[in-house]
């Protein structure tokens, strides 16, 4: 039988995966990040690991490619794709948050709202009932207040000095984020045994001082 695939994130969620693979008794090599190599055959743990965008990480789960992904809630929540969501691996911790000018918070009826997640902007403000335009930008969110692009931004905040240098606030906390673990739903049926062998090792790496409290 092949390999189970599991898909990982690129950047620090990659590394962190690795880091608790190995507290999980995994033996996978400390330096993998270091090589510019996509796919990784870990034959001695049965593995194949590939490295994609994190966008990417529910799609390839989704259609099979990789029965196993770890990837940002950020990501699941904007790519609402038909999968398993096992595990919070609670690190990457964030939240989502939107944010703006300070003297602009109590002033909006009918907003632009500049993120990088449109499609869970929009199922958020329509859960609200508030009619919003939608602004998609790729990258330096916190400049389209700023420059009058947007009067809001609904992104990421870790410890929210990004905003506070750029002179923003945050608005409201919409909801905590952090890294998951997801599975293919076939493969949860065809090889569910390998699959909870995996979930089980990284839930006790994860929980395992909790559960045992």
């Given at each position: 039988?092949?390999?189970?695939?599991?898909?990982?994130?690129?950047?620090?969620?990659?590394?962190?995966?690795?880091?608790?693979?190995?507290?999980?008794?995994?033996?996978?090599?400390?330096?993998?990040?270091?090589?510019?190599?996509?796919?990784?055959?870990?034959?001695?743990?049965?593995?194949?690991?590939?490295?994609?965008?994190?966008?990417?990480?529910?799609?390839?789960?989704?259609?099979?490619t990789a029965d196993l992904g770890i990837v940002g809630k950020d990501t699941l929540l904007?790519?609402?794709?038909?999968?398993?969501?096992?595990?919070?691996?609670?690190?990457?911790?964030?939240?989502?948050?939107?944010?703006?000018?300070?003297?602009?918070k109590d002033t909006l009826l009918e907003r632009k709202v500049a993120t990088k997640y449109?499609?869970?902007?929009?199922?958020?403000?329509?859960?609200?009932?508030?009619?919003?335009?939608?602004?998609?930008?790729?990258?330096?969110?916190e400049l389209a207040p700023l420059t009058g692009l947007a009067d809001t931004i609904l992104?990421?905040?870790?410890?929210?000095?990004?905003?506070?240098?750029?002179?923003?606030?945050?608005?409201?906390?919409?909801?905590?984020?952090?890294?998951?673990?997801?599975?293919?739903?076939?493969?949860?049926?065809?090889?569910?045994?390998?699959?909870?062998?995996?979930?089980?090792?990284?839930?006790?790496?994860?929980?395992?001082?909790?559960?045992?409290?």
């Amino acid at each position: 039988m092949d390999n189970l695939c599991i898909a990982m994130a690129k950047g620090r969620l990659a590394k962190e995966a690795v880091k608790l693979f190995r507290q999980a008794g995994y033996d996978l090599p400390e330096n993998m990040l270091k090589s510019r190599k996509l796919i990784f055959e870990i034959e001695s743990e049965k593995l194949e690991i590939i490295l994609v965008k994190p966008a990417d990480v529910p799609i390839y789960v989704e259609y099979g490619t990789a029965d196993l992904g770890i990837v940002g809630k950020d990501t699941l929540l904007e790519e609402n794709r038909d999968l398993y969501e096992i595990l919070d691996l609670k690190y990457g911790v964030c939240e989502f948050a939107l944010a703006g000018l300070p003297d602009r918070k109590d002033t909006l009826l009918e907003r632009k709202v500049a993120t990088k997640y449109p499609d869970f902007t929009r199922r958020y403000f329509r859960s609200r009932g508030e009619p919003v335009e939608i602004i998609k930008l790729n990258g330096s969110i916190e400049l389209a207040p700023l420059t009058g692009l947007a009067d809001t931004i609904l992104d990421i905040v870790e410890t929210g000095r990004t905003l506070k240098e750029n002179g923003l606030v945050i608005y409201e906390s919409i909801r905590d984020l952090s890294a998951r673990l997801i599975v293919n739903k076939v493969s949860m049926k065809t090889r569910q045994q390998e699959i909870e062998t995996i979930i089980e090792a990284l839930d006790q790496a994860v929980n395992g001082d909790d559960k045992n409290a």
